[in-house]
């Protein structure tokens, strides 16, 4: 669950800042890229954990009446997790995570199995344990399934986990957090050293791409100009949507500038789960786009 504060500007260390607002938004980096992924068209099946309690409850409602499959979303005796957010009058955000029943997904269970196996994508974060993540990475390896990896909140990664990952979603913080490198450029060709595809997500920027066909070349992904309202949810927008048009074959330029619509469409209003478009509205974006043109 995301508790979203609104400041004109994020505190210093050590400093007290007034807030204008107190949201209570569903959340959660798994729950915004299933969310997206479904309403930008995709048939999503959840693995993860809740609590025992109202945030619990209400996230799974929120997935369920979305059309996800929620079967194999465990309650267990733990909070449900929490994201503490602060938004500034620019929007951009800072996060504390709080795991909580995340923390309780350690080992693939045959449910978690079973979801994977019957999937053409598996989509995955990292605020489940990283051991899990890795276990549901090489297990869909093995499979012939896709995978597609956002490294958030940033840890270094062991290299078993990278050797099952098929395409890797950072953005330009986190990819530099796990290089190193100072520029995105060189950061997105590090991590396609291993010969998977890189998206960088810069922002207002837009993105870059490494392909692991044709590496090094580096492509930019132009960003559609809008106004910014809260960024909160606009890497998991971008990565849920980006996964339903490579789960459908759609080819990576289109993907891409899908993904990179969704994402623009997200930040011109508030909240995470609120504020993802549906499949009809990213359309219809995107031809007055190319009428704008």
Known sequence: MDLVVTVDRAPQRGETVPGHS?????????????????RAGGTVTFLGAVGDDEHGRRITNLLRDAGIDVSGLATVDQPTGTAHIVVDAAGDNSIVVVPGANGTVSSLTEDHRAGIEAADLLLLQLELPLAVVGAAATYARERGVRTVL???????????????????????????????????????RSLAAGGRDVVITLGRSGALHVSAADQPTVRRVPPFAVDAVDTTAAGDTFAGVLAVGLAEGVDWSASLRRASAAAALSVQRFGASSSMPGRAEIDAFLDAAEVGR
Do not use: R
Request: net charge negative; no cysteine; proline share 11%.
């Open 22 to 38: 107190l949201h209570t938004v569903p959340g959660g980096k798994g729950a915004n890229q299933a969310l997206a992924a479904a």
């Open 150 to 188: 956002t490294p958030a909140p940033a840890v270094p990664l062991p290299d078993s986990l990278l050797a099952a990952v098929d395409v890797l979603v950072p953005n330009e913080h986190e990819a530099a957090l796990l290089t190193g490198a100072g520029a995105a450029d060189a950061a997105a």
